[in-house]
């Protein structure tokens, strides 16, 4: 059965006739999480997961015309039942579940599916044919438990305070900011930037728990935040707002410094291996847990992750998007006077 199609502006589900996370404006987008790359300006409606929607209208426009669901509450849209699924990537993230005539799609959007300290933890689905993700798609990309992470954010901090100095983490504004928030929460005082500061509210207001944080103006006091902690974006890496933090030690909070060379071409004082993407044995749990007849493989590594598939066995096939967002690129939010 044809459920989706692969078209110039997106997946397309042809008999609900909307969207699922298009790169350009259509009328019926269906959206699995809140960044830039999968939530786009322009589109008339917009449906997402709950705990997404405010993230949305942060990003997008109070004034959008946006609804959203629950977990594991279905909408028929034209008979086709739609419903969202846990993506464990960032705060509400979703696989979005499409079913036709007894036939399932399951589109994974981003997904990560090692628990973390904030997120829905990821659930796997049955389908028919399943889209995933390959953003670490290859057998080097292997994660640390949460706890372990935890234990190596902290240890730096608190090495950093023994030399008089100021941990800064440089993590994307959705996500990682608020990831990182969660494992060295109490540990001491945390100031964010603008762009994490504004983005924490939205989620708050909408009754999500995040740990305590203060806003870093531009016109800080040193004195403040001397051997505190601060968490910019990382397209402040080099900025004059990072250059007035007094004694600063960085550190760049990404999946991609899970190779050494990264971190020495970044020119920081740390790398942490932290990603909100699933690695290679995750990647191969989730599509093995689908019991998909078919699979495609979307951004990353799709090449070498679909050819690995099909030789154990899987029908799995490359699927070029526009999706995949660069951490190191400024965030949409970031003040450009700061930079």
Same mark, same amino acid.
């Given at each position: 059965?044809? /459920? ?10 042809? $008999? ?5 996370? $298009?790169?350009? #404006? ?42 959203? /669901?629950?977990? !594991?509450?279905?909408?028929?849209? !034209? ?6 699924? #846990? ?33 829905? $933890?990821?659930? #796997? ?21 949460? =706890? ?61 728990? /995040? #740990? ?20 910019? $974006? ?56 689908? =019991? ?48």
């Amino acid at each position: 059965m044809k /459920l989706v199609k692969f078209t110039k502006k997106g997946i397309y589900c042809i $008999p609900g006739k909307f969207y699922l996370d $298009p790169w350009y #404006p259509v009328d019926y987008a269906v959206i699995s999480h809140g960044h830039a790359d999968h939530s786009r300006y322009g589109n008339k409606h917009y449906l997402c997961q709950n705990d997404s929607k405010a993230i949305i209208k942060h990003r997008l426009g109070k004034d959008i015309s946006i609804e959203s /669901l629950g977990y !594991n509450q279905p909408k028929n849209i !034209n008979r086709v039942q739609v419903s969202f699924f #846990p993506a464990g990537h960032v705060i509400g993230s979703a696989q979005i579940r499409l079913e036709y005539k007894g036939y399932v799609v399951v589109f994974s959007g981003d997904y990560k599916t090692q628990p973390d300290f904030i997120s829905t $933890p990821y659930e #796997p689905v049955k389908c028919h044919e399943f889209i995933t993700e390959s953003t670490f798609g290859l057998p080097i990309y292997k994660w640390k438990k949460e =706890e372990e992470l935890q234990a190596e954010l902290t240890n730096w901090v608190l090495q950093n305070q023994q030399n008089n100095r100021t941990s800064v983490f440089l993590g994307y504004s959705l996500g990682k900011a608020q990831r990182i928030m969660k494992l060295i929460e109490g540990v001491d005082d945390i100031y964010v930037h603008s762009a994490i500061n504004n983005l924490n509210n939205a989620i708050s207001g909408a009754g999500i728990e /995040l #740990p305590k944080t203060t806003l870093l103006n531009y016109d800080f006091k040193k004195a403040a935040i001397q051997n505190k902690i601060v968490i910019l $974006p990382p397209a402040l890496l080099g900025s004059r707002m990072l250059k007035k933090i007094p004694n600063a030690a960085t550190a760049i909070c990404s999946g991609w410094m899970h190779i050494r060379g990264n971190r020495r071409w970044k020119g920081v004082d740390a790398g942490f291996s932290i990603s909100d993407h699933a690695d290679w044995d995750g990647l191969l749990a989730a599509v093995k847990a689908t =019991e998909a007849e078919k699979v495609h493989v979307t951004h990353g590594s799709q090449a070498v992750f679909s050819k690995y598939l099909n030789e154990i066995g899987i029908e799995a096939h490359e699927l070029k998007t526009e999706f995949g967002e660069d951490e190191f690129a400024k965030d949409e939010e970031t003040k450009t006077e700061n930079a």
